[in-house]
């Protein structure tokens, strides 16, 4: 399970899911906003903010109850107030270890992943310091909903916590680690982490010692899931399309009976001395980065300042008009900059970042990060800047606020901090800070004195620190009530035929289709997806510079800067931008109804208008070439590129020729801006292409408006289709050798002749899933991570081509998995045996029930977010599709029998005809990677 750590701003939200039934369907019942139920006996009413109603159990746990009619999901988040910091001496790690095992089953849940997946819940969990949360999402369903709270209550107390377990997940933990000490930046915020604390437990890696993970004792790790997992320690976070007084009923039946242990929860005591001089830390590993970061010491959570210190890490981190980037990378150096944010229980680090090229100056980039962070007394941070940061702020709230599920899971930071409205309180003190508290924070804490960079300096006058007591969350919280709940929108029940009827498709001068599709949305949310297709592959030949073009667009426009472009989407409240590639080039935005008009202008404006600035074109190539150079000596590209170069059929110039890293590089260097204004002089036009609008909108204004801005604008050469074709490809196994990288990655693939409306197609998506589809519980995952504990991660993808006219059949079937180079021989074998085994034996009709119930759900899912339902109604008007081919495949799907499944495995998938490369720390008996990547 993945480790996360709280951001500074919440997370760019996923689109809405689950939304509308409108004039053209019998409209639900839409309910008032949410107000508290009259809790059952035994649960005591709490506070409620903006839709969010809290109680208490007797035995102490929290529930929070987030109703919304409009989304035909839940999820159920529970947060335990345990994390790397409540570990002790021998312990570090527990944890997260811990987090692990909980999947490993219940004497009443013997296969917890099995049994998720058969509901079709998403699910995962993460450990960070101050917290552990589970989780899991699915379509609105009560007889779900009940079994995923007894599930949590059960594995609560009742979790089996075994040594075999502990032994089969041991080498699953250490590949995570692994692949943690592939990451230069990980390893080194993790080295400036544990030197800036010198007795607090933040300075531990969440995922603990090697050491104490490998030889902890079954006793030990029982004994920390018997002290902490416990009703009086958690919280249960219940949002989405529910009932709440049903709900609460529910959560009460399956938690009320677990009793409140005795004795109390411990309390922690340690805390860091205030910091007397600067600290330095050193890394030396392999790689072509460079990087530098500071680190410095500042309160927790709860305290006043939090607010003015995330304005400030915005104001200095943000891209392109922050501070770092203004000085770092439009000075030439720093390749990209970034700032992060503590918001935890204790005290924390508020810390800024550079990453160069090998060759930088990087004494005069560390000189000049540290100068933008320490000497703001002497340049005060203004006005202006305060408020554009608020603003970003303020954008990222409202449209995490959209999305339930997404406010279900940012709770879990607020509750680890000491109280979930924290995440409120949060957001209204951060729109009150203005210059003179900016300032004043940069100069109380953004210290020499108070920073963790490099060096020790003695002086006669040390400047410290102080970091002040915060106040608890209570107190914070006195008299707080929060602001109006978001209306939600209608309700609406996304299936293939009702997106079809509430759907409007036509066609717009001679090329340009569009499907709208208007509802109400929660927040009046719009999402637009809109691609614009030119050239073939005559025209396009040895004009790999098209992607180049694409990447520039949005830099600046004969109108707009960089900056004016990034303010006034900020200004609109809308997120995406425009892009474009070889082919294509198109738009995507997440707008309002009162903004996307203005979004969409500024849009088609950008597109039409780009003005290429040599300073933002040097800044992208700087860029690129880093990324690409650091990329040569990492497992995963490496491994990947071989693969590519091994299956690519496309000659050098082709428009879908795969390029080497080398190719790139030198692709990238040679380029011109006169090459790319030429691309986009010859190439780009919005005449022919696909434009899908889904969310809150006027259909007759949002037509007219996309007939003013796209018609009319013809390519000079018209776009046509490259046919791609299936291509027999001998095996290969290869290992590639990337010293130093205790993460080994291996990728493998056997090409396919396969087109999306083939009669097996169906049967094959049935087998992919089977094999490779579920992390944990498909045949490759439950052989080789949860018995044999060989890998991390471990799944299987496959690719079916899909046509305008005639029958394109490039498909393909991929497999990728990461292990410690050790390991690699013994992980191939088991690929190897998996997939013989499939198509010796077949699938069964357990799994076939199991597979087609999930693809269900995942398909559901799909259509549920708005994000997603744009690029398939956008696709669908690509391939002369309507949502009628969706409710065939899903209808072929349920009627597969087992021996149409095992007659197509037979027929199509060949394990003596796949390829395998591996990448990583081989001890000298690979092929140098940057050898090969030469080599073609």
Same mark, same amino acid.
């Given at each position: 399970?993945?480790?996360?750590r709280?951001?500074?701003?919440?997370?760019?939200?996923?689109?809405?899911?689950?939304?509308?039934?409108?004039?053209?369907?019998?409209?639900h019942?839409?309910?008032?906003?949410?107000?508290?139920?009259?809790?059952?006996?035994?649960?005591?009413?709490?506070?409620?903010?903006?839709?969010?109603?809290?109680?208490?159990?007797?035995?102490?746990?929290?529930?929070?109850?987030?109703p919304?009619?409009?989304?035909p999901?839940?999820?159920?988040?529970?947060?335990?107030g345990?994390?790397?910091?409540?570990?002790?001496?021998?312990?570090?790690?527990?944890?997260?270890?811990?987090?692990?095992?909980?999947?490993?089953?219940?004497?009443d849940?013997?296969?917890?992943p099995?049994?998720m997946?058969?509901r079709g819940?998403?699910?995962?969990?993460?450990?960070?310091?101050?917290?552990?949360?589970?989780y899991?999402?699915?379509?609105?369903?009560?007889?779900?909903?009940?079994?995923?709270?007894?599930?949590?209550?059960?594995?609560?107390?009742?979790?089996?916590?075994?040594r075999?377990?502990?032994?089969?997940?041991m080498?699953?933990?250490?590949?995570?680690?692994?692949?943690?000490?592939n990451?230069?930046?990980?390893v080194?915020?993790?080295?400036?982490?544990?030197?800036?604390?010198?007795?607090?437990?933040?300075?531990?890696?969440?995922?603990?010692?090697?050491?104490?993970?490998e030889?902890?004792?079954?006793?030990?790790?029982?004994?920390?899931?018997?002290?902490?997992?416990?009703?009086?320690?958690?919280t249960?976070?219940?949002?989405g399309?529910?009932?709440?007084?049903?709900?609460?009923?529910r959560?009460?039946?399956?938690?009320?009976?677990i009793?409140?242990?005795?004795?109390?929860?411990?309390?922690?005591?340690?805390a860091?001395?205030?910091?007397?001089?600067e600290?330095?830390?050193?890394?030396?590993?392999?790689?072509?980065?460079r990087?530098?970061?500071a680190g410095?010491?500042?309160p927790?959570?709860?305290?006043?300042?939090?607010?003015?210190?995330?304005?400030?890490?915005?104001?200095?981190?943000?891209?392109?008009?922050?501070?770092?980037?203004?000085?770092?990378v439009?000075?030439?150096?720093?390749?990209?900059?970034?700032?992060?944010l503590?918001?935890?229980?204790?005290?924390?680090?508020?810390?800024?970042?550079?990453?160069?090229?090998?060759?930088?100056?990087?004494?005069?980039?560390?000189?000049?990060?540290?100068?933008?962070?320490?000497?703001?007394?002497?340049h005060p941070?203004?006005?202006?800047?305060?408020a554009?940061?608020?603003?970003?702020?303020?954008?990222?709230?409202?449209?995490?606020?959209?999305?339930?599920n997404?406010?279900?899971?940012?709770?879990?930071?607020?509750?680890?901090?000491?109280?979930?409205?924290?995440?409120?309180?949060?957001?209204?003190?951060?729109?009150?800070?203005?210059?003179?508290d900016?300032?004043?924070?940069?100069?109380?804490?953004f210290?020499?004195?108070?920073?963790?960079?490099?060096?020790?300096v003695?002086?006669?006058?040390?400047?410290?620190a102080d970091?002040p007591?915060?106040?608890?969350?209570?107190?914070?919280?006195?008299?707080?009530v929060?602001r109006?709940?978001?209306?939600?929108?209608?309700?609406?029940? *996304?299936?293939?035929? !009702?997106? $079809?009827?509430? &759907?409007?498709?036509f #066609?717009?001068g001679? +090329?340009?289709?569009? =499907? %709208?599709? *208007?509802?109400?949305? !929660?927040? $009046?949310?719009? &999402?637009?997806?809109? #691609?614009?297709?030119? +050239?073939?592959?005559? =025209? %396009?030949?040895?004009r790999?510079?098209?992607?180049?073009?694409?990447?520039?667009?949005?830099?600046?426009?004969?109108?707009?800067?960089?900056?004016?472009?990034?303010?006034?989407?900020?200004?609109l409240?809308t997120?995406g931008?425009?892009?474009?590639?070889?082919?294509?080039?198109?738009?995507?935005?997440?707008?309002?109804?009162?903004?996307?008009?203005?979004a969409?202008?500024?849009?088609?404006?950008?597109?039409?208008?780009?003005?290429?600035?040599?300073?933002?074109?040097?800044?992208?190539?700087?860029?690129?070439?880093?990324?690409?150079?650091?990329?040569l000596?990492?497992?995963g590209?490496v491994?990947?590129?071989?693969?590519?170069?091994?299956?690519?059929?496309?000659?050098?110039?082709h428009?879908?020729?795969?390029?080497?890293?080398?190719?790139?590089?030198?692709m990238?260097?040679a380029?011109?801006?006169?090459?790319l204004?030429?691309?986009?002089?010859?190439?780009?036009?919005?005449?022919e292409?696909?434009?899908?609008?889904v969310?809150?909108?006027?259909p007759?204004?949002?037509?007219?408006?996309?007939?003013?801005?796209?018609?009319?604008?013809?390519?000079?050469h018209?776009?046509?289709?490259?046919?791609?074709?299936?291509?027999?490809?001998?095996?290969?196994?290869?290992?590639?050798?990337?010293?130093?990288?205790?993460?080994?990655?291996?990728?493998?693939?056997?090409?396919?002749?396969?087109?999306?409306?083939?009669?097996?197609?169906?049967?094959?998506?049935?087998?992919?899933?089977?094999?490779?589809?579920?992390?944990?519980?498909?045949?490759?995952?439950?052989?080789?991570?949860?018995?044999?504990?060989?890998?991390?991660?471990?799944?299987?993808?496959?690719?079916?081509?899909?046509?305008?006219?005639?029958?394109?059949d490039?498909?393909y079937?991929?497999?990728q998995?990461?292990?410690a180079?050790?390991?690699?021989?013994?992980?191939?074998?088991?690929?190897?045996?998996?997939?013989?085994?499939?198509?010796?034996?077949g699938?069964?009709?357990?799994?076939?029930?199991?597979?087609?119930?999930?693809?269900?759900?995942?398909?559901e899912?799909a259509?549920a977010?708005?994000?997603n339902?744009?690029?398939?109604?956008?696709?669908?008007?690509?391939?002369?599709?309507?949502?009628?081919?969706?409710?065939?495949?899903?209808?072929?799907?349920?009627?597969?029998?087992?021996?149409?499944?095992?007659?197509?495995?037979?027929?199509?998938?060949?394990?003596?005809?796949?390829?395998?490369?591996?990448?990583?720390?081989?001890?000298?008996?690979?092929?140098?990677?940057?050898?090969?990547?030469d080599?073609?």
């Amino acid at each position: 399970m993945p480790i996360r750590r709280p951001r500074t701003r919440p997370s760019a939200p996923t689109p809405l899911l689950g939304l509308a039934l409108a004039c053209l369907l019998p409209l639900h019942a839409i309910p008032a906003l949410a107000q508290p139920v009259a809790p059952p006996r035994g649960v005591a009413a709490g506070p409620c903010v903006e839709g969010i109603c809290e109680y208490r159990l007797d035995n102490g746990l929290r529930v929070l109850l987030f109703p919304d009619a409009s989304k035909p999901t839940v999820t159920v988040n529970i947060a335990y107030g345990v994390g790397s910091v409540n570990e002790n001496y021998g312990e570090t790690g527990m944890a997260h270890l811990l987090e692990h095992l909980m999947f490993k089953g219940t004497p009443d849940h013997a296969d917890i992943p099995a049994q998720m997946k058969r509901r079709g819940i998403e699910k995962n969990a993460t450990t960070s310091l101050d917290r552990t949360n589970y989780y899991g999402s699915f379509p609105a369903n009560d007889a779900t909903l009940d079994w995923l709270l007894g599930l949590e209550a059960d594995r609560m107390v009742n979790s089996n916590i075994a040594r075999a377990d502990l032994d089969s997940e041991m080498t699953v933990v250490r590949n995570e680690m692994e692949r943690g000490e592939n990451n230069p930046g990980a390893v080194m915020f993790q080295r400036l982490r544990s030197t800036a604390f010198l007795w607090h437990n933040y300075g531990h890696s969440t995922i603990g010692a090697r050491a104490d993970v490998e030889h902890v004792p079954i006793e030990r790790l029982q004994a920390f899931y018997k002290r902490w997992y416990r009703p009086d320690n958690a919280t249960v976070i219940v949002a989405g399309r529910i009932d709440p007084a049903a709900t609460l009923a529910r959560v009460k039946a399956r938690f009320a009976g677990i009793p409140r242990p005795a004795a109390p929860l411990p309390v922690a005591w340690t805390a860091d001395s205030t910091q007397d001089g600067e600290r330095e830390v050193t890394v030396r590993r392999s790689g072509d980065m460079r990087l530098v970061a500071a680190g410095y010491h500042v309160p927790a959570a709860t305290h006043p300042d939090s607010a003015a210190l995330a304005v400030l890490m915005d104001v200095l981190g943000d891209t392109p008009g922050g501070r770092l980037h203004e000085a770092l990378v439009d000075g030439h150096l720093a390749a990209g900059t970034g700032t992060s944010l503590d918001t935890l229980r204790d005290s924390g680090l508020a810390a800024v970042l550079l990453v160069a090229p090998r060759d930088t100056d990087i004494d005069k980039a560390e000189a000049t990060l540290l100068a933008q962070v320490e000497d703001i007394a002497r340049h005060p941070v203004t006005e202006e800047e305060v408020a554009r940061a608020r603003q970003r702020i303020a954008n990222g709230y409202e449209q995490n606020f959209n999305n339930v599920n997404a406010v279900a899971m940012a709770l879990t930071e607020s509750v680890a901090a000491g109280d979930w409205r924290l995440y409120f309180l949060r957001r209204d003190s951060i729109a009150a800070v203005d210059a003179d508290d900016v300032n004043r924070v940069a100069r109380a804490y953004f210290k020499r004195s108070n920073r963790t960079l490099a060096r020790f300096v003695p002086t006669d006058a040390p400047d410290r620190a102080d970091i002040p007591e915060a106040p608890t969350a209570a107190e914070r919280l006195a008299g707080y009530v929060g602001r109006q709940a978001i209306d939600a929108g209608e309700t609406f029940d *996304p299936t293939p035929a !009702r997106i $079809d009827a509430r &759907t409007e498709t036509f #066609t717009l001068g001679e +090329g340009l289709k569009v =499907s %709208l599709l *208007p509802k109400d949305t !929660r927040g $009046d949310v719009v &999402t637009v997806n809109a #691609t614009f297709r030119y +050239g073939d592959a005559t =025209s %396009l030949r040895g004009r790999e510079v098209g992607a180049l073009a694409g990447a520039m667009l949005m830099r600046g426009s004969t109108r707009l800067s960089r900056q004016e472009i990034a303010d006034r989407f900020e200004a609109l409240r809308t997120t995406g931008g425009v892009s474009g590639g070889l082919q294509s080039a198109g738009l995507t935005l997440q707008s309002r109804r009162d903004t996307v008009g203005e979004a969409l202008a500024l849009a088609a404006d950008i597109l039409r208008h780009p003005a290429f600035p040599e300073r933002e074109f040097e800044q992208f190539r700087l860029q690129a070439i880093t990324g690409l150079e650091a990329s040569l000596k990492e497992p995963g590209p490496v491994a990947s590129n071989a693969l590519a170069a091994h299956f690519d059929p496309w000659p050098e110039g082709h428009p879908l020729h795969q390029q080497s890293t080398a190719e790139s590089l030198a692709m990238i260097r040679a380029a011109t801006l006169d090459e790319l204004k030429a691309f986009h002089r010859d190439f780009y036009g919005t005449g022919e292409g696909e434009i899908a609008v889904v969310g809150d909108f006027d259909p007759v204004a949002m037509k007219a408006e996309l007939e003013r801005l796209f018609v009319g604008w013809t390519s000079p050469h018209p776009y046509a289709p490259i046919a791609t074709r299936f291509t027999r490809v001998g095996p290969a196994d290869e290992r590639l050798q990337t010293p130093d990288k205790a993460n080994a990655v291996l990728v493998a693939r056997s090409n396919l002749s396969l087109n999306e409306d083939d009669a097996e197609y169906p049967a094959l998506l049935v087998a992919n899933q089977v094999l490779g589809g579920d992390p944990l519980k498909a045949r490759l995952g439950d052989r080789l991570r949860q018995q044999d504990g060989l890998t991390y991660g471990i799944g299987s993808g496959l690719r079916a081509d899909a046509s305008i006219e005639g029958r394109d059949d490039a498909g393909y079937l991929v497999i990728q998995a990461s292990a410690a180079p050790g390991n690699v021989d013994r992980l191939e074998a088991g690929i190897r045996e998996e997939l013989q085994r499939l198509v010796r034996d077949g699938i069964t009709a357990d799994e076939l029930k199991d597979t087609v119930q999930a693809l269900r759900v995942e398909r559901e899912q799909a259509l549920a977010a708005d994000g997603n339902l744009v690029g398939i109604l956008g696709r669908n008007l690509y391939l002369g599709r309507t949502m009628a081919w969706s409710a065939r495949l899903d209808a072929r799907l349920q009627a597969l029998t087992v021996d149409e499944v095992n007659a197509a495995i037979r027929r199509h998938l060949d394990p003596d005809a796949l390829s395998v490369f591996s990448a990583g720390d081989f001890g000298g008996g690979g092929v140098a990677a940057p050898a090969r990547e030469d080599a073609r």
